[in-house]
Every structure is written in structure tokens, then in C-alpha cells.
Nanobody, 122 residues
Framework: QVQLVESGGGLVQAGGSLRLSCAASGSIGPLSEMAWYRRAPGKQRELVAAARTGGRARYEDSVKGRFSISRDDRKNTVYLQMNSLKPEDTAVYYC????????????????WGQGTQVTVSS
């Protein structure tokens, strides 16, 4: 079983910063990709940022230059540093991790966190 535990959400004023964390544990690893998604009220879930092992990070256009994704592979943890937050960044943010299951059938699996609320006031 795989667990992703997120933390760091909250309420912040426009222009402020937050740092989200997500730690993966259980029968998964090594992780090929860790990513952050978000779902705003009335909208579909969208990819915010992703960090693939050995590859460049990629970002949704509206967060480029403001958000930064990083990984600590020793801790199976991914971070999302969010600066210059805007009210339109308000959403539930979800962590996703993809990696090889460490028990039979040793397939590639994808796991999701429970989500953390980020609210940006104007």
C-alpha cells in the first residue's frame, strides 16, 4: 500500500507565499515522477508542476516564474514553493507520485494524496 501525506496548505493574502510538502511511503519506489495538481471550484483538475527523475521540471503556464517544484529523493518527498500567490490560485492541491510497486506484480503505479486546501484572499 502507498500513502502520500500532504501538508502546508492554508489561507494567505494575495502576493504571499506558501510551501506545500508531500511525503510518499509504502510499497513504491523508486519514484519516476512526482507532481502537483489542483482543482479549483467548478473547474477540472489540472497539472500545476511535475518533476520527473532525470528530466526538467514542467509547469502550467499561469504559475511559471512564481511556483517551483523540488524533490528530496532520500525522503521520497516533493515540495511546491508558491510565491506571488493570486486569488486564482485558490484550489485544492493534490500530490501525485508514480513509481514501481515494490511487491508483486512490480508494476508501475500512481498514487494520490488526500489534497490540501490553498486559499488566496484578495
Amino acid at each position: 500500500q502507498v500513502q502520500l501525506v500532504e501538508s502546508g496548505g492554508g489561507l494567505v493574502q494575495a502576493g504571499g507565499s506558501l510551501r506545500l510538502s508531500c511525503a510518499a511511503s509504502g510499497s513504491i519506489g523508486p519514484l519516476s515522477e512526482m507532481a502537483w495538481y489542483r482543482r479549483a471550484p467548478g473547474k477540472q483538475r489540472e497539472l500545476v508542476a511535475a518533476a520527473r527523475t532525470g528530466g526538467r521540471a514542467r509547469y502550467e503556464d499561469s504559475v511559471k516564474g512564481r511556483f517551483s517544484i523540488s524533490r528530496d529523493d532520500r525522503k521520497n518527498t516533493v515540495y511546491l514553493q508558491m510565491n506571488s500567490l493570486k486569488p486564482e490560485d485558490t484550489a485544492v492541491y493534490y500530490c501525485n507520485a508514480a513509481g514501481v510497486r515494490q511487491t508483486a506484480p512490480y508494476d508501475v503505479i500512481s498514487a494520490w494524496g488526500q489534497g490540501t486546501q490553498v486559499t488566496v484572499s484578495s
